[in-house]
T-cell receptor, first 116, second 112 residues
Framework: AQTVTQSQPEMSVQEAETVTLSCTYDTSESDYYLFWYKQPPSRQMILVIRQEAYKQQNATENRFSVNFQKAAKSFSLKISDSQLGDAAMYFCAYRSARSGNEKLTFGTGTRLTIIP | EAQVTQNPRYLITVTGKKLTVTCSQNMNHEYMSWYRQDPGLGLRQIYYSMNVEVTDKGDVPEGYKVSRKEKRNFPLILESPSPNQTSLYFC???????????FGPGTRLTVL
């Protein structure tokens, strides 16, 4: 079974600085998808970024980028120029590319605080 | 607007009183799932559905039922709720297994 580990329960960063959230995963599959979801105080789950395992290029969405290391099974999220609105719980998630159950396997989350 | 809706958003009930949490999506997605979120555990899948009349268990199905009679709706049924089902519940949908899952706003359930 796949597992996702987020070893940082809490992180904080000064506004306008850069922060990196860590995520590692365990799988025997070679084709899969990785995601970062943001959960602000409103509790809505918002997709931040998506990475396809067969693509070597790291995904980027504006101030958000990932460092995807397939051999190391590592998928970290970098937030540049942190803003107050980035304060949230961040979840890393894995999804197999096999047909069938489209379950997301989530990590336990990292709570990010932005210091003004 | 493309969205996943859930009702109710908040519910307080008592042990043993049957309840249903509705989920509806307007994106014609084939795949729908239910998750529960508990502190320190992240989100865990309860049930999923790959299409109308096709449902299966996720990781934590005990105490829950689902049905998929129409493509857009995927209700979660708690026949006899217990306090350990107090949680935040999310419904999600996606076009297929390769696409991103879109989440509803969540339902906060408290079972006394």
């Amino acid at each position: 079974a796949q597992t996702v580990t987020q070893s940082q329960p809490e992180m904080s960063v000064q506004e306008a600085e850069t922060v990196t959230l860590s995520c590692t995963y365990d799988t025997s599959e070679s084709d899969y998808y990785l995601f970062w979801y943001k959960q602000p105080p409103s509790r809505q789950m918002i997709l931040v970024i998506r990475q396809e395992a067969y693509k070597q290029q790291n995904a980027t969405e504006n101030r958000f980028s990932v460092n995807f290391q397939k051999a190391a099974k590592s998928f970290s999220l970098k937030i540049s120029d942190s803003q107050l609105g980035d304060a949230a719980m961040y979840f890393c998630a894995y999804r197999s590319a096999r047909s069938g159950n489209e379950k997301l396997t989530f990590g336990t989350g990292t709570r990010l605080t932005i210091i003004p | 607007e493309a969205q996943v809706t859930q009702n109710p958003r908040y519910l307080i009930t008592v042990t043993g009183k049957k309840l249903t949490v509705t989920c509806s999506q307007n994106m014609n997605h084939e795949y729908m799932s239910w998750y529960r979120q508990d502190p320190g555990l992240g989100l865990r899948q309860i049930y999923y559905s790959m299409n109308v009349e096709v449902t299966d268990k996720g990781d934590v199905p005990e105490g829950y039922k689902v049905s998929r009679k129409e493509k857009r709706n995927f209700p979660l049924i708690l026949e006899s709720p217990s306090p350990n089902q107090t949680s935040l519940y999310f419904c999600a949908s996606s076009p297929n297994e390769k696409d991103t899952q879109y989440f509803g706003p969540g339902t906060r359930l408290t079972v006394l």
